[in-house]
């Protein structure tokens, strides 16, 4: 399983991005999608997931403010950003549990905010 992210840039804080993460599965409407990242010497930490029927869980740090969802016709996952702020500064990862298939990850997009 290939994950291909983009969307991501350069936004003034307050602005909005639309992230996209393309999926190259044949068994994608399965599988938990999801959104990771990784600030400068920072862990990489979970910011939203979405299941296979649709059912979206969201960081505390961004509920209100992101979006995820998904397309199975499209094997694409999106996440929506808005009231972007500095520390939303990071490398964007899509992440597919694939569940007994195993678990993939793109190769990140990168998010700058400035304030």
């Known amino acids: 399983v290939q994950l291909v992210e983009s969307g991501g840039g350069l936004v003034q804080s307050g602005g909005f991005l639309n992230l996209s993460c393309v999926a190259s599965?044949?068994?994608?409407?399965?599988?938990?999608m999801g959104w990771h990242r990784q600030a400068p010497g920072k862990q990489r930490e979970l910011v939203a997931t979405?299941?296979?029927?649709?059912?979206?869980n969201y960081a505390d740090s961004v509920k209100g403010r992101f979006t995820i969802s998904r397309d199975n016709a499209k094997n694409t996952v999106y996440l929506e950003m808005k009231s972007l702020t500095a520390e939303d500064t990071a490398v964007y990862y899509c992440?597919?549990?694939?569940?007994?298939?195993?678990?993939?990850w793109g190769r990140g997009t990168q998010v700058t905010v400035s304030s």
């Open positions: 992440h597919a549990d694939a569940h007994i298939l195993g678990d993939y």
């Open positions: 979405i299941s296979s029927d649709g059912i979206a």
């Open positions: 599965a044949n068994m994608f409407s399965i599988y938990t």
